[in-house]
Structure formats: structure tokens, C-alpha cells
């Protein structure tokens, strides 16, 4: 895996909170951008979506993005923090937020639903 997930945890009303590290040798920093690397907002989705779909532990697929805010830059080797929490009227659909110091670096609302395995 790319990233490092340090904690995966579930807090009140599933709440999902997950600390992460992307190391400096991740392939998603070689070339974005040289000399002043920075995660890209894809990365940053990805880790969201893979947050959800380790704590629901089953295989998802994410069917919309939505509301997604870039505020700040993420660097190699960020302690990031990724919270993920249920919306009330859809438990597909989670509002994200991932953090680096406290301090919101992106955020938004996922959609995601169980993968179907089945062949047609």
C-alpha cells in the first residue's frame, strides 16, 4: 500500500477516525511536483474511500464525490488524520474530513455502496 495506516478506529454513532502517513518514497509524490512535492487531491480521495471501506470491512465502490474542499497543501511524511462519519438520512454517505495539526486540509462527502461480486 502506498500509505501507512497507523490506527483504525470507530468512534460514536461509526464514526470512522484513522490515522495515516504517506512516506516520502510514495509514488504518488515522484513528479507532483519536483523539488516541492505535494499529495495529490485523487491521493486524498483515495484515502478517504479506503478508510471507509477497511472499517466496513467489505469490498465498495464509491458512486459520488461531492462538496470536496482542497485548503491546504499535504507534504510527505504529514501525520494525517481522516474522520468519516455517516450521514443521517444515507449511511452510504459519509462527510470527510482529513486533517494535518488540527488544521482541515480537505473535506467533503463520499458515497459509496457494497461491490457486487457477481457476474452477469
Same mark, same amino acid.
Given at each position: 500500500?502506498?500509505?501507512?495506516?497507523?490506527?483504525?478506529?470507530?468512534?460514536? &454513532?461509526?464514526? $470512522?477516525?484513522? !490515522?495515516? @502517513?504517506?512516506?516520502?518514497?510514495?509514488?504518488?509524490?515522484?513528479?507532483?511536483?519536483?523539488?516541492?512535492?505535494?499529495?495529490?487531491?485523487?491521493?486524498?480521495?483515495?484515502?478517504?474511500?479506503?478508510?471507509?471501506?477497511?472499517?466496513?470491512?467489505?469490498?465498495?465502490?464509491?458512486?459520488?464525490?461531492?462538496?470536496?474542499?482542497? &485548503?491546504?497543501? $499535504?507534504?510527505? !511524511?504529514? @501525520?494525517?488524520?481522516?474522520?468519516?462519519?455517516?450521514?443521517?438520512?444515507?449511511?452510504?454517505?459519509?462527510?470527510?474530513?482529513?486533517?494535518?495539526?488540527?488544521?482541515?486540509?480537505?473535506?467533503?462527502?463520499?458515497?459509496?455502496?457494497?461491490?457486487?461480486?457477481?457476474?452477469?
Amino acid at each position: 500500500m502506498w500509505h501507512l495506516v497507523k490506527s483504525l478506529t470507530h468512534i460514536d &454513532k461509526n464514526e $470512522i477516525s484513522a !490515522d495515516i @502517513q504517506v512516506p516520502s518514497e510514495s509514488p504518488w509524490f515522484s513528479g507532483h511536483f519536483p523539488g516541492e512535492p505535494i499529495l495529490p487531491g485523487v491521493a486524498q480521495i483515495r484515502m478517504v474511500f479506503d478508510t471507509i471501506s477497511n472499517a466496513r470491512n467489505r469490498e465498495m465502490n464509491v458512486t459520488s464525490v461531492r462538496r470536496v474542499r482542497f &485548503k491546504q497543501i $499535504i507534504r510527505p !511524511d504529514d @501525520q494525517i488524520k481522516i474522520t468519516a462519519t455517516p450521514l443521517e438520512q444515507n449511511a452510504d454517505a459519509y462527510s470527510f474530513r482529513i486533517a494535518v495539526k488540527d488544521e482541515t486540509v480537505c473535506s467533503g462527502v463520499m458515497t459509496v455502496e457494497q461491490q457486487d461480486n457477481q457476474l452477469e
